[in-house]
Nanobody, 122 residues
Framework: QVQLVESGGGLVQAGGSLRLSCAAS????????MGWYRQAPGKQRELVAV???????NYADSVKGRFTISRDNAENTVYLQMNSLKPEDTAVYYC????????????????WGQGTQVTVSS
């Protein structure tokens, strides 16, 4: 079992910045990748950024050059630095962990945090 707790959301004007944090606990050694998703009202949840245990990263096209995902392995925490925020970034942001059910099984279960609201005003 993995537990995820997000923090750092809030209200910011367009062009501003926020830094989201996600602290993981539980079966940390089984986490294959962690990432951030977001969901705006009336829209499906979409991937924002993801980082694997090996350090590779992937970003949605809409946030490339503005958002940066990073991790602190010692603290089991992943961050999302969001710069040059736009009103279109307004959403609930969710931390995600893909947890391997057994070593090298390549079978994964998704765990989710409770979400943190990000609101960007124009």
């Amino acid at each position: 079992q993995v537990q995820l707790v997000e923090s750092g959301g809030g209200l910011v004007q367009a062009g501003g910045s926020l830094r989201l944090s996600c602290a993981a606990s539980g079966s940390i050694s089984r986490i294959h990748a962690m990432g951030w998703y977001r969901q705006a009202p009336g829209k499906q949840r979409e991937l924002v950024a993801v980082t694997s245990t090996g350090g590779s990263t992937n970003y949605a096209d809409s946030v490339k050059g503005r958002f940066t995902i990073s991790r602190d392995n010692a603290e089991n925490t992943v961050y999302l630095q969001m710069n040059s925020l736009k009103p279109e970034d307004t959403a609930v942001y969710y931390c995600n962990a893909k947890v391997e059910t057994a070593y090298l099984s390549r079978i994964f279960v998704d765990y989710w945090g409770q979400g943190t609201q990000v609101t960007v005003s124009s």
